[in-house]
């Protein structure tokens, strides 16, 4: 039941061994450091789907921002609507 637990938290299998062998600390350690990764991962997913949004609203008809300059901004990874100033 633990294996599986560590598992779904993203822990690798030589990770959940290392874990299981060393004892309670090392898990407390290491589930710290697999927060803080996770909340890294989703900071960078809220981005993304930022910036798509973004590009979706800049590429709507009515706008007049250009498909390269909206490209161009996330490849800088800029806000959008600052570079379509």
């Given amino acids: 039941m633990q294996i599986l637990a560590l598992k ?3 822990f690798s299998l030589e990770e959940i061994k290392h874990c299981l062998q060393i004892g ?3 898990l407390q350690e290491s589930l710290s450091f697999q927060q803080a990764m996770m909340q890294e991962k989703r900071t960078q997913l809220d981005n993304i789907i930022q910036a798509i949004e973004e ?3 800049l590429l709507q008809p009515h706008s007049h921002c250009s498909p390269v300059i909206c490209f ?3 490849d800088l990874d800029l806000p959008l609507h600052a570079a379509s100033l």
């Fill in 8 to 10: 779904f938290l993203g």
């Fill in 24 to 26: 309670p600390t090392v």
């Fill in 55 to 57: 590009t979706e609203q």
């Fill in 72 to 74: 161009h901004s996330i």
